[in-house]
């Protein structure tokens, strides 16, 4: 990690970018608790989504409302759906019944509404680090692109990597990579899917503490996907556990763990309460599926 | 001090290969040399030594640059044809499932036919001289790219587009900055592999259909048993078909497809 670098939207530069007034592409930050429920951001209505000709549906008539600012942790095993779920969030994929409104507004595909970390390498091998980070900022038409891209690539400890191709990266170095480039574009939806899951426990809780840092000066909605129970109760509002066989919701945690939260809070007793009883729920669903 | 090192490293490897090359050539020259004394005909095997000479005296009448320049024109006409068509062909199909239906069972049925069958044709339709090899060599070298092309085409991953979608590509960069770098390592292959074809294929057709370069060179010199020159013919081809063939793959990976090949 770059320590002492200071972080992105702290920056003149990277304000600078920002138009004055409304813009479809930036958050306005709402300076509510994040845990209150405000005007609803995405939500989804009776979404089922199936592949083929399968018996059981990949995501089951699933409903979830979230809030403007909202940190939504989506938990479950393997196979249960969460990675598709995301993707009818980002609009890569149609639900076959159901809907899903973003701003109210019916989801028509992807744009750059909503920033994407993928849980698979999804960088362009044809471009460097830094060309994949500012690709977003590129697109978007903004002159400073090469500038966001290499403050971005500082946050994430990869300035010395700026020019390297992808493939002479590591895969957590990798998947640095594409949180950047996904928050480059300052998406007011930001959807992740196991963004830490490559990496060694010493980067992970450094991303996890520097992604809530992040997540506080910008306040997006952040769906983040993870199998991963302590992470979740760490840096979400709202732990939304996944069941499988078809992929359902099976309970949802509201976390009230105050914020800012440093890595102290894994031994605040409330932690622990809540680790116990997700730990619960998701040992019943397991078994439930193994019978 | 680590970068002297790797360079140092480098340069030992590059040695090696050298020294080992030209050990192996030399041998063949040796065996060459001892084949040709023991059988003591110089229309049935010149020693390497006579063909040199061969070389010397064709290049001295400019007759060989003449030849060379006819086949490497005929090459790049047939090759340039066969890319303009086959590479737009083949992504356009890769993406188009209803065309790829169309046109590929033609494609399956024409792809076996080998370049030396489409001479007849060639001939009748365009005479003798430079069309039918233009042709032949067009022919050839299709196949190779369309195919390459195809298969990079076809190799575009969702995830990418995916990204390139959310990050507020349109259709015009999703078509520039991801669908066409990404088919772009296959469809360089497939034209490494089209010259090749061609530069084979225009040999072919100027044994039977040319009255210049290096093929027709071979045929009358063959006629006149002056097989020096016949020898002289085939190993520039040789040394020609690895200049091209290595200059391009030299190309590829330092300027064309570098993201391929990371150091
Ligand atoms: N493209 C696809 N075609 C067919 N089936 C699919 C496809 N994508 C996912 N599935 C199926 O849908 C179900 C849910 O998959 P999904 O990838 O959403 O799971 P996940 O919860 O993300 O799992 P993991 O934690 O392993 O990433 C699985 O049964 C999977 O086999
Ligand atoms: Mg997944």
Request: glycine letters at 8%.
């Amino acid at each position: 990690m770059a320590r002492g670098v200071s972080p992105i939207h702290q920056r003149a530069d990277y304000i600078e970018t920002a138009p004055t007034g409304p813009a479809p592409h930036l958050h306005v930050v709402d300076p509510v608790p994040s845990h209150a429920q405000q005007k609803p951001r995405l939500s989804l209505d009776g979404v089922t989504v199936n592949f083929g000709a399968r018996a059981v549906s990949a995501v089951q008539d699933v409903s979830l409302t979230i809030g403007a600012g909202e940190f939504v942790a989506l938990l479950g095993p393997s196979g249960c759906g969460k990675s598709t779920l995301l993707n009818v969030m980002a609009g890569f994929c149609t639900p076959v019944q159901g809907r899903v409104l973003l701003d109210g507004e019916p989801l028509t595909g992807p744009s750059a509404k909503c920033g994407v970390v993928f849980q698979k390498h999804s960088l362009f091998p044809w471009m460097t680090a830094l060309d994949n980070v500012a690709f977003g900022p590129r697109r978007l038409g903004l002159t400073n692109a090469r500038q966001i891209a290499q403050d971005l690539l500082d946050i994430v400890g990869l300035a010395h990597v700026a020019n390297e191709w992808p493939a002479s990266l590591s895969g957590g170095m990798q998947q640095r990579v594409g949180i950047a480039r996904a928050l480059a574009t300052r998406p007011p939806v930001l959807l992740m899917d196991e963004p830490f899951g490559a990496l060694d426990a010493q980067t992970r809780s450094l991303m996890q503490e520097e992604l809530l840092s992040i997540w506080d000066k910008l306040r997006p909605t952040v769906v983040f996907v993870t199998h991963d129970i302590e992470e979740a109760i760490f840096l979400a509002d709202r732990v939304v556990v996944m069941q499988t066989y078809p992929g359902r919701i099976a309970r949802e945690f509201a976390i009230d763990i105050p914020r800012p939260r440093s890595a102290e809070v894994l031994n605040d007793h409330a932690f622990i309460e809540r680790r116990r009883e997700i730990t619960d729920v998701i040992r019943v669903e397991a078994r439930k599926t193994f019978r | 001090m680590t970068v002297a090192l790797q360079s140092l490293r480098k340069f030992k490897g590059v040695a090696v290969a050298i020294t080992l090359g030209a050990i192996g050539l030399s041998l063949f020259a040796g065996i060459w040399t001892w084949a040709s004394a023991h059988l003591g005909n110089d229309v049935l095997l010149p020693s390497p030594l006579s063909v040199l000479s061969t070389y010397a005296e064709l290049i001295a009448d400019g007759s060989l640059a003449k030849d060379i320049g006819a086949s490497i024109f005929r090459v790049f006409a047939g090759f340039s044809i066969a890319s303009t068509i086959a590479v737009p062909l083949a992504l356009v199909l890769a993406y188009s499932r209803i065309l790829r239906g169309l046109v590929m069972p033609l494609i399956a049925l024409i792809r076996p036919i080998p370049p030396i069958a489409w001479i007849p044709l060639a001939i009748l339709w365009m005479g003798l001289g430079d069309p039918p090899s233009y042709f032949i060599t067009s022919i050839a070298a299709f196949f190779p790219i369309f195919l390459n092309a195809f298969a990079g085409g076809t190799s575009l991953q969702q995830e990418h587009v995916n990204a390139a979608r959310s990050l507020g590509a349109g259709p015009f960069a999703l078509l520039t900055k991801v669908m066409l770098p990404s088919a772009l390592p296959m469809i360089v292959t497939g034209l490494r592999i089209g010259l090749g074809q061609a530069w084979m294929a225009v040999v072919t057709a100027e044994l039977i259909a040319a009255q210049s370069g290096l093929g027709y060179m071979i045929q009358i010199s063959r006629l006149s048993l002056e097989t020096s020159r016949v020898l002289v013919g085939m190993t520039v081809i040789g040394l020609l078909g690895a200049v091209m063939i290595g200059s391009l793959g030299v190309l590829e990976r330092r300027f064309i497809v570098p993201w391929n090949y990371p150091r």
